[in-house]
């Protein structure tokens, strides 16, 4: 099943207004579990985490397809959640 992992951190203000975003999206691929990368450090890496807020887009295999830094419009989530 494709997913979306959202990379986040408890300190970072960007990422507040990320997440707010994402409330307001409807999609049918789901947004997975919300990745602290000061809590959970080894997964930052696993997925090559450099800067927060990262979304990471992974297809049925596993295999990850696209990668969105930073905040950006509620349209372009949107359609990078949905492309």
Known sequence: ???VIRFTASWCQPCKAMANI???INSPI???VVVDIDVHQEVA???GIRGVPT????DN???ITGRMVGVKAK?????FIND
Not at 55 to 58: D, G, S, T
Not at 75 to 79: A, S, T, Y
């Open 1 to 3: 099943m494709k997913k």
């Open 22 to 24: 994402l409330e307001e």
């Open 30 to 32: 789901p947004i997975e």
């Open 45 to 47: 890496i696993e997925y």
């Open 55 to 58: 979304l990471v887009k992974v």
């Open 61 to 63: 295999n596993g295999n």
């Open 75 to 79: 349209n372009l989530v949107e359609e």
